[in-house]
């Protein structure tokens, strides 16, 4: 299994990008799939997460700006970043919680991380 993120860039603050990651390999079914993100000398955060039947919850700081959503046909998570700021600058990552078989537990993936950069 696999994840692969795509979207990231340069843009200038109040800017907008979209970040899409897609799981392929052996998948039985996905459960909840998310996005972080990690700034240079910070740890790690959560920014958004999407059940498998689109429930979703948010970082206080996205919250209003940022939408995750998902394709489950496609095995994909998607994360629209609207009014961005350089704050936002950093390496996100999605995850997917993903079954490989049906008697399989569900185990945690990671995709490789894409650079989102923000200029004032």
């Known amino acids: 299994v696999q994840l692969q993120a795509s979207g990231g860039g340069l843009v200038q603050a109040g800017g907008s990008l979209r970040l899409s990651c897609a799981a392929s390999?052996?998948?039985?079914?996905?459960?909840?799939m998310g996005w972080s993100r990690q700034a240079p000398g910070k740890q790690r955060e959560l920014v958004a997460t999407?059940?498998?039947?689109?429930?979703?919850n948010y970082a206080d700081s996205v919250k209003g700006r940022f939408t995750i959503s998902r394709d489950n046909a496609k095995n994909t998570v998607y994360l629209q970043m609207n009014s961005l700021k350089p704050e936002d600058t950093a390496v996100y990552y999605c995850?997917?919680?993903?079954?490989?078989?049906?008697?399989?537990?569900?185990?945690?993936?990671w995709g490789q991380g894409t650079q989102v950069t923000v200029s004032s």
């Open positions: 995850n997917a919680d993903i079954r490989r078989a049906r008697l399989y537990a569900p185990t945690g993936y």
């Open positions: 999407i059940t498998s039947g689109g429930s979703t």
């Open positions: 390999g052996s998948i039985f079914s996905i459960n909840d």
